[in-house]
């Protein structure tokens, strides 16, 4: 009996090998990027690979570097492909080469720090996924000065009986607003049910006025549009029909998807950029790996100019200074 046991533990190891495909090496730019299982499916959906995640990371690679240039990133990773397993790693995973960039933070909660990953270059990107990243989520603030966020973000975000046709009239009163106050949103889809919008600011203030202002902006779109939105802090007290707009996202050590990051789902969907004259149209499910390469090649990155009008919050501000005067319930001090 023993030597059968050992006969079939054998076995199974030499399938199990078999069943590697051999490494790879992908040239990328200047580096050389080895890829490990490359024939290893990550999306069950359709079948794609890692190495079919890869080229598509190359296929959009100066949009996805655009969105996490010297950002602290935090890492989803699959090691078994979406179907199994996700690892939230913020330090840089062991074994990086030389070449990798990082950027050192600091968890005040916790008295510790973490040297995150800090793109400046599509091969960055591509050795993240050879350690099994999916997902790219980048902090607000670069590592110039990590404490000062230069990117104010709008998470529109449905609860569970919101339908999508909420969320594109809550994204026109979004840009109504941004209109109003001369700023610039760039609109894209979440990779699941909601959108988002991002706004370059000023890299003037910290986290603290960052998130008051976001919520000062939240409340004017609640204003205008109270039958479809809540900023209700707490989810248990939210209207399961309407949309939160979640202004939190915007506190230290709180991140979403960048911009062109794959979601860890079966279907490999992408956080798409947009036009806001896509809105009444756009169907988030169909941004996928397949489909984002081939609208990259015709558009281009839709985020390319955002970093030509950054905004400054002072008119935001002044709404948090007023909703304040006037009795607004404060969120509690979000958790870092």
């Keep these: 009996m023993a030597e059968s046991s050992a006969g079939s533990t054998g076995a199974a190891k030499k399938k199990a090998a078999k069943s590697k495909s051999p490494a790879i090496e992908l040239e990328v730019g200047e580096r ?110 670069r590592r110039a000065d990590t404490e000062k966020p230069d990117e104010w973000r709008i998470d529109l975000d449905p609860m569970p009986d919101c339908p999508f046709d909420r969320v594109r009239r809550v994204a026109h009163v979004t840009k109504e607003v941004l209109d109003e106050l001369g700023a610039v949103g760039y609109p894209k889809t979440s990779g699941g049910s909601g959108l988002h919008v991002y706004v370059r600011i000023k890299p003037e203030h ?31 007290d939210r209207d399961p029909k309407k949309l939160f707009v979640d202004f939190n996202q915007n506190a230290r050590d709180h991140t979403i998807a960048a911009a062109y990051s794959v979601r860890g789902n079966p279907e490999g969907t992408v956080s798409a950029p947009i036009r806001w004259d896509e809105v009444d149209d756009v169907e988030p499910r169909e941004f996928t790996i397949a489909t984002v390469p081939a609208r ?29 005067r006037e009795g607004a319930e404060e969120p509690p001090p979000p958790e870092e």
């Design 32 to 141: 050389i990027v080895r890829i490990s299982n490359p024939d290893r499916v990550y999306f069950p959906a359709r079948g794609e690979t890692k190495l079919d995640l890869v080229k598509y990371y190359l296929s959009v690679g100066d949009g996805i570097v655009r969105a996490l240039r010297e950002r602290p990133c935090m890492l989803h990773r699959f090691p078994d492909g979406v179907a199994g397993d996700k690892v939230h790693q913020k330090r840089l995973p062991n074994g990086a080469p030389d070449w990798m960039e990082t950027v050192r933070v600091k968890f005040p909660r916790y008295n510790r720090t973490a040297d995150e990953l800090c793109v400046t270059e599509v091969a960055h990107v591509a050795w993240a996924v050879q350690m099994s990243t999916v997902e790219f989520h980048p902090w607000n603030s």
């Design 206 to 236: 910290g986290f603290t006025d960052v998130r008051r202002a976001a919520l000062a902006f939240a409340r004017e779109v609640e204003r205008r549009a109270p039958e479809d939105v809540t900023t209700t802090w707490w989810r248990k």
């Design 296 to 324: 990259f090649a015709e558009l281009g990155d839709l985020h390319e100019k955002i970093d030509d009008d950054p905004y400054t919050l002072d008119t935001l501000l002044e709404w948090a200074d007023r909703d304040e």
